[in-house]
């Protein structure tokens, strides 16, 4: 925690030195305004960077300043920028870290500052991952599905059936699939790895497709937690494989999604699932003779549901100049620059007219099959859950690492979610 509070307090300072946000500067009567990315691919930095000077090249009298935040610090440097009143103009983040900066009125409300043309562009479905009570707080912008990498030969030669988004794997075919191809690959090789290091939106987004929830607002507005069938599938089936089938590899349970790629290339793993923006990596490493292929996630009878939380570009309420801010925003999002974003970020753009160009449709790298689910897509359950970061942390993080593991059973799993979950929660909502 020290380290994290360290890493914020150095990212506010940056964010200080850069001079404050919305000033105009230094009596030429220009506005300007900071940016703050969080790409972070070469491709996704370059995209952002040439967007910023194409505008301030069209906008002399509104400049726009580019300056580079981190994933891995983002929530607690803009608590620390709010705070202390330097946060910057203009915020990338992610849909499921606004809920508390929304309701504590950081974020400004855009409702009535975007054109008609981004938010038809936009279907309703991700506009409800930012939106908060009666505003918006956040324009989603890109998205990914979690998908299947798999490896093209050991499947083909496997005589298993191909899935498609049209018709996936159920969770109980998925189940016996990989336990039918660690048999055939043979000791020390599994069907499945499952990197599991942050284990809770993993599980959360792909148990919609099976109709797990967790989360249930009541009429009064509150949130409780609740374990129906639903939301133990897709827990069952991680559990199972590696615990009772030994399918799954235990040793990735600790990893991050790159982790796993070496054994992969190496043949170790049939299949791994990812984030639809890791076949950049597989592209940049694996060996030139190595084939794979991109599939989609298994579903439940719903179809190929799945949660996301899209990336997304918001306001903040201290901005002496929100108006200018959201025009920045609107112009980053045309339909063809939202394009260039998704393609810097191997994501998928959430305007509709970006979705159709043709480029996002191509069978090469998968693009194709990403771009067949992008419809399927719906907010992540913990979406506007007030207090979800640190029930995810203190509560649902080690709660699913037990549980993956085999050192807790589905009672205790179930126990500790609802239970000490909905203290947590109760505190953010009194």
């Known amino acids: ?118 938010k038809n562009d936009i279907p309703q479905q991700s506009w409800l991952t930012t939106t908060f009570g009666k505003g918006i707080y956040g324009v989603p912008f890109l998205q990914e599905p979690r998908v299947l990498i798999a490896n093209k030969k050991i499947l083909e030669a496997s005589g298993v059936r191909m899935p498609t988004a049209e018709r996936p794997w159920s969770w109980e075919e998925f189940r016996q699939i990989t336990a039918e191809l660690t048999r055939q690959m043979g000791d020390g090789k599994y069907g499945v790895a499952w990197p599991l290091r942050e284990p809770v939106s993993v599980t959360l987004n792909l148990g919609l497709s099976a109709g797990g929830r967790l989360f ?36 990735t349970l600790g990893m991050g999604g790159s982790d796993t790629l070496p054994g992969f290339f190496g043949g170790k793993y049939a299949m791994v699932p990812l984030g639809f923006s890791y076949r950049q990596q597989i592209v940049q ?23 996301v939380s899209p990336q997304t570009l918001s306001v903040a309420q201290d901005s002496a100049h929100k108006k200018e801010a959201a025009q920045f925003i609107d112009f980053m999002l045309q339909p063809a620059n939202m394009v260039r974003l998704a393609q810097g970020d191997w994501m998928l753009p959430t305007g509709t007219q970006a979705l159709r160009d043709p480029a996002l449709h191509t069978q090469k790298d998968g ?54 979950g909905n203290l947590v929660l109760a505190r953010y909502q009194r």
């Open 1 to 118: 925690m020290r380290a994290r509070l360290l890493t914020a307090a150095g990212a506010a300072l940056a964010l200080l030195l850069t001079g404050c946000g919305g000033a105009d500067g230094e009596g030429d009567g220009r506005i300007r305004l900071r940016f703050q990315s969080l790409a972070w691919q070469k491709e996704s930095v370059d995209a952002n960077r040439e967007l910023v000077q194409e505008w301030n090249a069209a906008h002399p009298d509104v400049q726009v300043e580019y300056v580079q935040g981190s994933w891995d610090s983002v929530h607690d440097q803009l608590l620390t920028s709010f705070e202390g009143g330097e946060a910057p103009d203009i915020i990338h983040d992610a849909s499921d870290d606004l809920a508390d900066f929304a309701y504590g009125g950081t974020l400004a409300d855009l409702s009535e500052l975007l054109p008609e043309r981004l």
């Open 367 to 420: 693009w194709a099959t990403g771009a067949e689910l992008a419809t399927h897509l719906r907010p992540a359950p913990a979406q506007s859950v007030r207090g979800y970061p640190e029930w995810k942390d203190k509560v649902a993080t080690p709660a699913y690492q037990e549980f993956y593991s085999g050192a807790i059973d589905v009672q205790e799993l179930e126990k500790r979610l609802v239970e000490d």
């Open 216 to 251: 249930h607002r009541g009429d009064d507005g509150k949130v409780t937690i609740d374990f129906t069938d639903g939301d133990g599938v897709v827990a069952r089936t991680i559990h199972d494989q590696i615990n009772r089938d030994g399918s799954a590899a235990r040793s």
């Open 285 to 307: 490493q694996a060996p030139e003779d190595f084939e794979w292929t991109v599939l989609p996630a298994p579903a439940g009878p719903g179809g190929p549901a799945q949660g």
